[in-house]
């Protein structure tokens, strides 16, 4: 495979990537990486690559082919894609934990002579220097890192790039416990998103609210913690994005701990892990889960008195009587009593819930 044929089928695969066929895409740049005797469209399908993995939560395909790339850098000997592909190994390494050698990397690419991309990627070497640092909790490194990484996004117009750092501000400061500027930086995320996100991939907005969902529930901002949280998945799910996913799973559970509704949290936790599971077709863990949701529903009694189907597993409108029963709106209206189903005493005027 030539030059020109190499840039079309990495093209394809982007297209393909964009309009969420990410396994397709995939299939396209494995085989440019097997046929494409360019190095140049070897080093850019590799790249790519690794964003997948990264995004798919694939971390340690993620840094297989980092590792590629670099050796693919080296052959060129061109110190911009070098420097590229080290950034690409302390993403990599970050994402699994491996701060240490994620701060080793980044110093590596700080450390490479002058290049063009020096002043393009030198934010992001920052910020991935200072992701580590705080994983590390070492704050001071780590709020240094992101405050050149902001100063780098600000100087080359880089609204992207700014996005991102203050979403780690956002988490920065909830680990420090100042939940002011927890949710300050995350809502400027958000607004950079509004403003400039139009031909952005949707993560940015993902990101950003998923962060203002954490700083709203340590602010006891429950509903709008709930708001941000839902959307966040609503897009993690769209776009096949297992570890905001995750996060977004805890996420809820933590807001309907701090409601002190821990029966809630455990259907919301089987019933959003059901439907991540089903979309992947993994049917044992799916069946687990499926299980476990019903029992809760017994558990709980989180069910129609009328109709007997589940309440919390999918939209409905509910009526809760005064004597704290719960049930279809439909069904009540369907039955036509004017007292309580279940222990017949007078609903008198219910109320919505």
């Known amino acids: 495979m030539g030059q020109d044929q190499t840039k079309q089928q990495i093209e394809k695969g982007l297209q393909l990537y964009q ?11 494995m085989k440019v990486l097997e046929k494409s005797s360019d190095l140049v469209g070897r080093f850019r399908v590799l790249g790519c690559l690794v964003t997948a993995h990264s995004e798919m939560g694939r971390y340690k395909e993620m840094l297989k082919f980092a590792v590629v790339q670099i050796d693919t850098a080296r052959e060129l000997e ?3 894609f070098l420097l590229e592909s080290y950034l690409n190994l302390a993403r990599s390494n970050e994402k699994l934990c ?17 290049t063009r991309a020096g002043a393009q990627l030198g934010g ?26 902001l100063r780098y996004a600000h100087n080359n117009d880089d609204a992207m790039l700014e996005c991102r750092v203050c979403c780690s501000l956002g988490s920065f400061y909830a680990q420090v416990k100042d939940y002011e500027k927890a949710l300050f930086f995350p809502c400027k995320a958000a607004e950079l998103v509004n403003d400039y996100g139009k031909g952005w991939s949707l993560k940015y907005r993902a990101m950003s609210q998923y962060h203002m969902a954490v700083a709203y529930r340590l602010l006891g901002h429950l509903g709008s913690a709930m708001e941000c949280c839902e959307e966040s998945m609503k897009i993690a799910l769209q776009h096949g994005d297992r570890p905001l996913q995750a996060l977004c799973l805890l996420c809820f559970a933590d807001i309907h701990r701090s409601r002190g509704d821990l029966e809630l949290s455990q259907l919301k936790l089987h019933c959003l892990s059901e439907s991540i599971y089903r979309s992947k077709g993994l049917q044992r ?15 709980t ?38 007292s309580c189903p279940n222990c017949r005493r007078s609903s008198m005027k219910p109320g919505f819930v």
């Open 301 to 338: 009694e989180l069910y129609c008195g009328l109709c007997g189907e589940s309440i919390g597993e999918k939209n409905s409108r509910l009526q809760a009587l005064p004597c704290s029963h719960i049930f279809h709106l439909r069904c009540l209206q369907n039955n036509g009593t004017r």
């Open 78 to 80: 061109d110190a911009d």
């Open 19 to 29: 309009s969420n066929q990410t396994e397709k895409a995939l299939e396209v740049w």
């Open 124 to 149: 992001q070497v920052s910020l991935s220097m200072g992701n580590a640092f705080l994983g590390l909790s070492v704050f001071q490194k780590a709020l240094e890192s992101f405050e050149k990484a």
């Open 98 to 114: 491996e701060f240490h050698k994620t701060i080793s990397y980044c110093k590596t690419c700080l450390g490479l002579p002058g």
């Open 285 to 299: 863990e799916l069946r687990a889960h499926v299980v476990r949701f019903h029992e809760c529903v017994e558990e």
